[in-house]
């Protein structure tokens, strides 16, 4: 990610874990009606609607309300008690804490984020949520501060798309995985041509949408780095109509496996 854009993104996130920690909503758009409604609604067609009740119930309320992702690939992970699993974009630590539980005391799960604010955030949630099995780490997903092998699953939530290098993040995910390691992350994705006013809208790419790869693109960047059993399963196509009418349809939520070999 650039200089420049990595701080526009910084700025927006950091922003958006001080509304969650006074008990506002946050929302993958930010403070703008930018998908098509605003922030406080809670009803952003991106990451709206993404967790059963069931799991929202244990959770502390401020990771919920921190909640700006586009899925949730702690449901289709399938994690196993025992591994250690790493978030790439941790935010407020709800998929963290989530994949935590799943993994069981014998488990870790590592959160890096690049944001002192969600960082801070993330680490309260912890807390409250009561995991120890649990370390957040600053960083970037660039440039991941785990060794070699040192992870059995990564997951991520709508948060690789918003790098600018694509190819880096994931050749670090492939680093950091063991042998027969498992990719699993929700992400958005677009079918077919993309208007460069709709991909310079800085908006659209801080609100989880301008960065999108194609899915051959993203299957192609994922084989480059190592990936074999690479599979994406789009699961939400997004409304656009009325703020990106020229690319509705073209862009959705997708859950994107792969494994090192």
Sequence with gaps: ???????IVREKYAEMARRAAQGEDGSCCGETACCGMSAGTNLDPITSNLYADAETATLPDAAVRASLGCGNPTALADLRPGEVVLDLGSGGGIDVILSARRVGPEGKAYGL??????????RKNQTEAGVANVEFLKGHIEEIPLPDASVDVVISNCVINLSADKDRVLAETFRVLRPGGRLAVSDVVVRGEVADDVRRNVDLWVGCVAGALSESDYRAKLERAGFDDVSVEPTRVYDLAEIAPAAQGQFMSAFIRARRP
């Design 113 to 122: 984020d690049m944001t002192d604010e969600m960082l801070s955030l993330a």
């Design 1 to 7: 990610m650039s200089g420049d854009m990595r701080e």
